[in-house]
């Protein structure tokens, strides 16, 4: 599998997303007018979307380039990763708010999961792609010592 880095430009359009959608989400709910329990359901369901989507992510791709993963966990992170949008969905579908709130909330939300799940990739790729560079600088490093 051949790993390219991702360029400059999408890797700061991923972390505008992601900054974009949470913190747009934030402003949303910190203007809401929402008891502070909605508010705190809310963010509790952000977080934890944005956690099991990176972990869902990094099951799928440890699986990919053949890292043993367990099939519990990478079972409870697409359960987790359903779980987390399912709850926003009946969370705004309950919500007593106006139908261009839910669909703000909605748009944040999906905006800021699909980011997440774009950073973790671009720092995964880079990450990998730095380490086959230090193999290649290492066995160059020998072949030099050798000859």
């Known amino acids: 599998m051949t790993i390219q880095a991702p360029t400059k430009s999408y890797t700061l359009a991923s972390l505008a997303a992601l900054l974009i959608g949470t913190v747009a989400y934030g402003i949303g709910l910190f203007n809401a007018q929402m008891a502070l329990n909605e508010k705190g359901y809310y963010l509790i369901i952000m977080l934890y979307g944005l956690f099991s989507m990176v972990s869902l992510q990094k099951t799928i791709r440890d699986k990919a380039e053949g890292i043993k993963t367990s099939s519990m966990y990478q079972t409870l992170s697409w359960a987790s990763s359903g779980f987390a949008i399912a709850l926003l969905a009946i969370g705004l579908y309950n919500a007593e708010l106006a139908l261009s709130e839910k669909g703000f909330y909605a748009m944040a939300y999906v905006?800021?999961?699909?980011?997440?799940?774009?950073?973790?990739?671009?720092?995964?790729?880079?990450?990998?792609?730095?380490?086959?560079?230090?193999?290649?600088?290492?066995?160059?490093?020998?072949?030099e010592q050798v000859s």
């Open 111 to 143: 905006l800021s999961l699909f980011a997440a799940v774009t950073v973790q990739k671009n720092v995964r790729d880079k990450d990998a792609l730095a380490g086959k560079q230090e193999e290649v600088q290492q066995a160059e490093f020998v072949t």
